[in-house]
């Protein structure tokens, strides 16, 4: 079964940092364009980062400098390292394949809470 | 930044034919995607403009872009239609969702 499973979410004070994981089967990430969207409670979906197959990166003007993606070819898996955290970023992170322009298969999220 | 506008909720009767819009400024020239989101559930691409539709998604539902304007068209809406649904399109090698659009059927 092809799926992504994202964890690493928790409770956490601002200024602090976390770093998520998208484990990955049924898809090599080295082979795809990965990405996070993340979700504030009871808002839409916000586009966070995506790394490229050649592992060149994009990421919002929001979490640009604070923000870094990456990847584990071996445990085939992508991850979020997310520094200096902010109230604004609370919500649920969901990475995603994309394919062309578009995201095709998502992970179930990981909720991340920033607050003192 | 790049903005893209869509109505906080449309409502339909079981059956019947509903359109959910987003706006942005030359949107047609872009490719645009639509998601549905149910309470509780992670997104789920729904249809690109370009008609790609994955699998287990009915053929009810179409798409279309041209000028500012790109619609998503549900025909014969049925109860498990109803969600959240929400555009997306890329701008300056950034990816942009509207604000979200929820689906009710009455």
């Known amino acids: 079964e092809v799926q992504l499973v994202e964890s690493g979410g928790g409770l956490i004070q601002p200024g602090e940092s976390l770093r998520l994981s998208c484990a990955a089967s049924?898809?090599?990430?080295?082979?795809?364009?990965m990405t996070w969207v993340r979700q504030a409670p009871g808002t839409g979906l916000q586009w966070v980062s995506l790394?490229?197959?050649?592992?060149?990166?994009l990421y919002a003007d929001s979490v640009k400098g604070r923000f870094t993606i990456s990847r584990d070819n071996s445990k085939n898996t992508v991850y979020l390292q997310m520094n200096n955290l902010r109230a604004e970023d609370t919500g649920i992170y969901y990475c995603?394949?994309?394919?062309?322009?578009?995201?095709?298969?998502w992970g179930q999220g990981t909720l991340v809470t920033v607050s003192s | 930044s790049y903005e893209l506008t869509q109505p906080p909720s449309v409502s339909v009767s079981p059956g019947q034919t509903v359109s959910i819009t987003c706006s942005g400024d030359?949107?047609?020239?872009?490719?645009v995607c639509w998601y549905h989101q149910k309470a509780g559930q992670a997104p789920q691409l729904v249809i690109c403009e370009d008609r790609k539709r994955p699998a287990g998604i009915p053929a009810r539902f179409s798409a279309s872009n041209s000028g500012n304007t790109a619609t998503l068209t549900v025909s014969g809406t049925q109860a498990m239609d109803e969600a959240d649904y929400f555009c997306?399109?890329?701008?300056?090698?950034?990816?942009?969702f509207g604000g979200g659009t929820k689906l009710t059927v009455l």
């Open positions: 030359k949107l047609g020239d872009k490719s």
């Open positions: 790394i490229y197959t050649d592992e060149t990166s």
């Open positions: 997306q399109a890329w701008d300056s090698s950034s990816v942009f």
């Open positions: 995603a394949r994309v394919l062309q322009y578009y995201f095709d298969l």
């Open positions: 049924g898809l090599s990430v080295s082979r795809n364009f």
